[in-house]
């Protein structure tokens, strides 16, 4: 199976910072990369789909890059809303796999 | 609006089984792939299964190979998975979750989730 090892784990971060989370793929994954966000008690939301883009709805703040095995998700001006937990997921071959997670929280 | 109302979660005891099930309204079921996805008790995500848009491919992880069955009823707009041989490392919260394409690419909706706990 393809292992995601996402970094960091946990970051604490400002309203306002720029905030980078690496994704690496143990193999090659293409393009077959999606970005989620999770709320406490609540379930994922699709951020970004195929390594790069923007979902419908999603604020323009976050975008994601990368192709093979290194991808990040970039938030430009973290905002209060945006303290959760993110995750990558890779689709590219079975067993589909995600990141273990990396959790931003407030400084 | 996509709804995913997922049903039959619960306390169940080591060995025994359970099926839930996932109502799903707001789009047409039969043209894309669904998955289950569980996550434990303040961990994080782990897919479970996949099945395609008309039934025809299955996939599963590792974990529960041999144990789960997923399907679907594109006639009822339902998604199901049968859980046999339950074990403890199986209580999680199951989602239901839709995915973009016809068999496995990105998760665009999710549902809420039911709690499968397996304990004696």
């Known amino acids: 199976a393809i292992q995601l090892t996402q970094s960091p784990s946990s970051l604490s971060a400002s309203v306002g910072d720029r905030v980078t989370i690496t994704c690496r793929a143990s193999?090659?994954?293409?393009?077959?990369l999606a970005w989620y966000q999770q709320k406490p008690g609540k379930p994922p939301n699709l951020l970004i789909y195929?390594?790069?883009n923007l979902k419908s709805g999603v604020p323009s703040r976050f975008s994601g890059s990368g192709s093979g095995t290194d991808f990040t998700l970039t938030i430009s001006s973290l905002q209060p809303e945006d303290f959760a937990t993110y995750y990558c997921?890779?689709?590219?071959?079975?067993?589909?796999?995600f990141g273990q997670g990396t959790r931003l929280e407030i400084k | 609006q996509v709804q995913l109302v997922e049903s039959g979660g619960g306390v169940v005891q080591p060995g025994r089984s359970l099926r839930l099930s996932c109502a799903a309204s707001?789009?047409?079921?039969?043209?894309?792939?669904m998955h289950w996805v569980r996550q434990a008790p303040g961990k994080g995500l782990e897919w479970v299964a996949v099945?395609?848009?008309?039934?025809?491919?299955?996939y599963y992880a590792d974990s529960v190979k041999g144990r789960f069955t997923i399907s679907r009823d594109n006639s009822k707009n339902t998604l199901y998975v049968q859980m046999n041989s339950l074990r403890a490392e199986d209580t999680a919260k199951y989602y239901c979750?839709?995915?973009?394409?016809?068999?496995?690419?990105?998760?665009?909706?999710w549902g809420q989730g039911t709690l499968v706990t397996v304990s004696s």
């Open positions: 979750v839709k995915d973009v394409r016809t068999e496995a690419a990105d998760l665009d909706y």
């Open positions: 707001g789009f047409r079921f039969s043209s894309y792939g």
């Open positions: 099945i395609s848009y008309d039934g025809n491919n299955k």
């Open positions: 193999q090659g994954v293409s393009s077959g």
């Open positions: 195929d390594a790069s």
């Open positions: 997921q890779q689709f590219n071959s079975f067993p589909l796999t």
